[in-house]
């Protein structure tokens, strides 16, 4: 579900794929549906329109304010899980089952940008400037708070780049030998 500007909801829906528009005053309609059995995932598309993450085959499609659609983007992947937005218009997707996520061009031509360890990586977000996030979370041997306390866990979002230099930033200390942070996307279960 994602909310436009103005108050209208977009649903997508599984077992039929499809998208439903429900306005501020909460009348829905129909206003995609897909070949695709399940709508995993909604982001904003230019001009008041929405980019749709699909599967059993992978598939993104834009779909304009009016509800027509083209294919925007057919991943080598089952699932589309997440979709994130950058505010130059690229599009990124996490994917499953695989566990790759995409970035794709606002012309629809895209490649990996990270493959996870995971088999799915269902979950996307920015920093505040709008770069992609990877949610850390360090093993904690070697890894202290500010306070000097041992078996620290941090699980903030950190800028893209050296994972250790990252956590040096948000204030932890990070010692040579501790485990590197390994996961974009889904959060790891302990």
Do not use: C
């Amino acid at each position: 579900m994602i909310a436009a500007p103005d108050g209208t909801l977009f649903v997508g829906t599984g077992n039929e794929g499809k998208v439903f528009r429900v306005d501020p005053q909460g009348k829905g309609s129909l206003f995609f549906d897909s070949t695709e059995l399940e709508v995993h995932a909604l982001a904003p598309a230019p001009n008041g329109g929405l980019y749709v993450g699909t599967s059993p085959d992978g598939k993104i499609y834009k779909v304009d304010r009016n509800g027509t659609a083209t294919t925007f983007f057919d991943s080598d992947d089952k699932y589309i899980w997440a979709l994130a937005v950058d505010a130059k218009g690229n599009v990124f997707a996490g994917t499953g089952d695989k566990g790759v996520i995409y970035k794709i061009t606002p012309d629809g031509k895209g490649a990996p940008f990270y493959k996870t360890n995971a088999t799915h990586a269902t979950a996307l977000a920015f920093d505040k400037s709008r770069q992609p996030a990877r949610r850390h979370r360090h093993a904690g041997q070697g890894a202290a708070d500010r306070s000097g306390r041992q078996g620290v866990r941090p699980a903030r979002f950190a800028v893209p780049g050296n994972p250790r230099a990252a956590l040096r930033r948000q204030g932890h200390a990070v010692r040579r030998g501790a485990e590197r942070p390994r996961r974009i996307g889904g959060a790891r279960r302990r």
